[in-house]
């Protein structure tokens, strides 16, 4: 069992860039494919990224791609969402997923552990 825990949301206005983390306690975070989902007032939470166990398979929601960057940190156990040129549509909670699935997957039906979320707020 892995915990997670988010960190560096915020408030940002268009245009900015944010870095999110994703610190993992328990097993080792290698273990794991991750992804990173988001969840906006009254909307159903989305996938926005995901990474394979070694960082070297990425994939992202049509809506991110070239704006957001996963990656991840073995070492460190914690994984990373390098989001740049943010719009007030990337307003949301932002949280981060672990599975032990052999491939990756864009549902949130395919992701054993999450966790609390952090708050990314863009003003326009």
């Known amino acids: 069992q892995v915990q997670l825990v988010e960190s560096g949301g915020g408030l940002v206005q268009a245009g900015d860039s944010l870095r999110l983390s994703c610190a993992a306690s328990g097993r080792t975070l290698s273990s794991y494919r991750m992804g990173w989902f988001r969840q906006a007032p009254g909307k159903e939470r989305e996938f926005v990224a995901a990474?394979?166990?070694?960082?070297?398979?990425?994939y992202y929601a049509e809506s991110v791609k070239g704006r957001f960057t996963i990656s991840r940190d073995n070492a460190k156990n914690t994984v990373y969402l390098q989001m740049t040129s943010l719009k007030p549509d990337d307003t949301a909670v932002y949280y981060c997923a672990a599975t032990s699935k052999v491939l990756l997957t864009t549902q949130t039906s395919g992701y054993d552990y999450w966790g609390q979320g952090t708050q990314v707020t863009v003003s326009s």
């Open positions: 990474i394979s166990k070694s960082g070297s398979s990425t």
